[in-house]
């Protein structure tokens, strides 16, 4: 599994950016594991089918973090 723990400052930022991943992975097909809490989103990414990573995983992973970055970086 490919994990990461992404800091919000506050509670709104955390939906929204739970929301805008969600559009992302709809618009790629590829959908993640999220745990949204008060001031933090992790996100995980792993293929079921063959319980394990694939190169889209690693893929979702780099445009999550693009987005972070773009974003929601504090």
């Not at 955390?14 to 745990?35: D, R």
């Amino acid at each position: 599994k490919v994990q990461r723990t992404f800091p919000m400052k506050s509670y709104a930022q955390a939906i929204s950016f739970t929301s805008a991943i969600g559009q992302l992975a709809e618009s790629q097909n590829h959908h993640p594991a999220i745990l949204l809490e008060y001031s933090t989103v992790t996100v995980t990414f792993w293929t079921h089918i063959i319980n394990g990573l694939h190169k889209n995983d690693f893929i979702m992973s780099a445009k999550v973090n693009c987005l972070f970055s773009r974003e929601y970086k504090k």
